[in-house]
């Protein structure tokens, strides 16, 4: 069946470095959402993304989608203490029924 | 803003019990969700429902069963629990659209139950 995979599975930075998730699709996808889910609490939505070699930029964070479509990321500037989370993307099942989400990296940001 | 109620946070019941997840959305979506989660396997859709008295299988349906009787509440059953239904039950909901253009998902706080 289709899988979304997602690396590293864990991270830990030092405050002020950087921090990248890849995000990978056996199929290609008609679009991606991602997700953050801070500890303890529940999954937010941050961002989707449909076309073909998209990039968008909220703040210090930057999400790109592949031009194959098949593949995202998401990359975190000078990360900070409330960056701290889990990060899920997910994409439409073969079906298209709904959303298959990955299964998420876990930042910690050391101060 | 959106709000998804799920009735309990923690629940510990005994094997073989019956087990009711309830979940409310307060901002008249058309589609509701629910998902459970485990670590290192994300989330995993279990039912959802476009629609009011209609439902549909996710990913992995069995030992479950749903319940859509009016719009803004949508309840999961587990009719008899076993110990590896232990998990994270999240609900959510999203304004409408079928399958990829599904949209936002508004998630609850969850509901971690525990099966002894």
């Known amino acids: 069946g289709q899988q979304v995979m997602q690396i590293p599975q864990y991270q830990h930075v030092q405050e002020g470095e950087d921090f990248t998730t890849y995000c990978n699709s056996s199929t290609t996808l008609s679009n991606i959402q991602w997700y953050k889910q801070r500890p303890g609490g529940h999954p937010v939505f941050l961002i989707q993304l449909v076309k073909s070699g998209e990039v968008k930029k909220q703040k210090r964070l930057t999400f790109q989608f592949g031009e194959a479509k098949k593949n995202s990321s998401l990359h975190i500037t000078a990360t900070q203490t409330t960056d701290v989370g889990t990060y899920f993307c997910?994409?439409?099942?073969?079906?298209?029924?709904?959303?298959?989400f990955g299964p998420g990296t876990r930042l910690s940001v050391l101060p | 803003d959106v709000k998804v109620t799920q009735s309990s946070r923690y629940l510990v019941k005994r094997t073989g019990e019956k087990v009711f997840l309830e979940c409310v959305q307060d901002m008249d979506h058309e589609n509701m969700f629910w998902y459970r989660q485990d670590p290192g396997l994300g989330l995993r859709l279990i039912y959802f429902s476009y629609d009011v008295k209609m439902k549909e299988k996710g990913d992995i349906p069995e030992g479950y069963s749903v319940s859509r009787e009016k719009k803004e509440r949508f309840s999961l059953i587990l009719e008899s629990a076993s110990t590896n239904q232990t998990s994270m039950y999240l609900c959510?909901?999203?304004?409408w659209g079928r399958g990829a253009n599904t949209g936002e998902l508004f998630f609850g706080e969850g509901s971690r139950l525990t099966v002894l």
């Open positions: 997910a994409g439409p099942n073969n079906y298209g029924q709904n959303f298959v």
């Open positions: 959510a909901s999203s304004l």
